[in-house]
């Protein structure tokens, strides 16, 4: 069975980890990808507000719903959604799913989602925004009732900059800022390459690791109602999506 599920994608930095994906989730799998309009490139608050803003997101859902037979939305950017808190983010998805009329997510809940899949309660995360950012991702997965025993922010300010971040920067970032208190490793933003190091990236840390662009599509997936497991993409595919077609984000 074939399940088609359409990305929402904020300007151009790490899209590519979405063609690698499909190929690697093999057939009857597609993952079709329209870029949304970021007027500005910046991990500041003002500037995420206006990323995942109702008008723009709307726009881009319109357009993947037009182009392509979608079963299923995903808003991938992880900043640009639980930089709206909780509710907000909540209210976005709500929102979004009211222009698609389809099962709809985002990023923020994908992790929260794939945490809950894997059993996983306490995290470590290694994001790659300014502190501040990185703080109000830690409030987000608090809302969840997840444990966040070590964060670490790397600082940058651009997807594009973070975009240029290669194989052995990934993992090695990765492995600096585990933690062994955590049952798995969080990587928070789309704009980050992960899609082909996944299974390094667990056998670097010997623990599961969620990746922003893997949950994504993982999410997506699960709404769409593929329920298979797939190898080669770290130990959340491997558990399976479930296929379980409920739009709730919580």
Not at 11 to 18: H, I, N, P, V
Not at 54 to 75: C, F, K, P, T, Y
Not at 193 to 220: F, I, M, Y
Request: proline share 3%; charged share 20%; glycine share 10%.
């Amino acid at each position: 069975m074939s399940h088609t599920a359409g990305i929402l994608y904020p300007g151009y930095s790490a899209e590519d980890d979405y063609p690698t994906l499909e190929g690697l989730l093999g057939a009857g799998i597609r993952l079709p990808l329209v870029h949304t309009l970021m007027r500005e490139d910046a991990h500041r608050v003002d500037a995420l507000l206006d990323i995942g803003s109702a008008d723009v997101l709307a726009d881009g859902a319109r357009q993947l719903v037009e182009q392509h037979r979608v079963q299923s939305v995903i808003w991938a950017c992880t900043s640009g959604s639980f930089v709206f808190g909780w509710q907000g983010a909540r209210d976005q998805v709500e929102k979004l799913q009211a222009v698609t009329g389809l099962p709809t997510s985002s990023t923020s809940f994908a992790f929260v989602h794939a945490a809950a899949r894997l059993g996983v309660r306490r995290v470590a995360v290694a994001a790659t925004y300014p502190a501040d950012v990185a703080a109000k991702f830690v409030e987000f997965l608090q809302a969840a009732d997840l444990e966040v025993v070590r964060l670490s922010s790397r600082g940058i300010v651009t997807a594009a900059e973070v975009g240029t971040l290669g194989r052995e920067d990934v993992l090695e970032f990765a492995a600096a800022n585990d933690d062994d208190r955590a049952d798995a490793l969080l990587m928070p933003d789309t704009a980050l390459h992960t899609a082909g190091w996944l299974a390094d990236l667990e056998q670097r840390l010997g623990k599961p690791v969620l990746t922003a662009n893997q949950v994504s599509a993982w999410e997506a997936l699960r709404l769409a109602g593929d329920g298979g497991a797939h190898d080669g993409l770290g130990t959340l595919f491997q558990q399976g999506t479930g296929g379980e077609r409920d739009a709730s984000p919580e």
